[in-house]
């Protein structure tokens, strides 16, 4: 069981930045996929950004050179930090960790953290 807690949305002007964290009840370094995810009113949750356990990281077409996802030097942080941010990034964005244990594979995810970015 991972419980899994976001922070740091907010109302932001085009073009500034925020840093989204994620706090785990447990170590997050033996879990495989660390995902953050979005879904704007109306659509569909989508991923945005990506890292393994191995450090491979992964972004969406929309967000590339804009956003990093990192993990804390104590491995029970996930980040999400995002620059010139634009109206169309408006989305409350949820952590997700992947796990695959025992041949079956669990989503955990957090409450979710809302960003509106709007001049």
């Known amino acids: 069981q991972v419980q899994l807690v976001e922070s740091g949305g907010g109302l932001v002007q085009p073009g500034g930045s925020l840093r989204l964290s994620c706090a785990a009840s447990?170590?997050?370094?033996?879990?495989?996929?660390l995902n953050w995810y979005r879904q704007a009113p109306g659509n569909q949750r989508e991923v945005v950004a990506t890292?393994?356990?191995?450090?491979?990281?992964n972004y969406a077409d929309s967000v590339k050179g804009r956003f990093t996802i990192s993990r804390g030097n104590g491995d029970n942080t996930l980040y999400l930090q995002m620059n010139s941010l634009k109206p169309e990034d408006t989305a409350v964005y949820y952590c997700?960790?992947?796990?695959?244990?025992?041949?079956?594979?669990?989503?955990?995810w957090g409450p979710g953290t809302q960003v509106t970015v709007s001049s």
């Open positions: 997700n960790a992947f796990q695959i244990r025992g041949g079956l594979a669990y989503n955990y």
């Open positions: 447990k170590n997050i370094f033996t879990i495989n996929i």
């Open positions: 890292v393994t356990s191995a450090g491979t990281t």
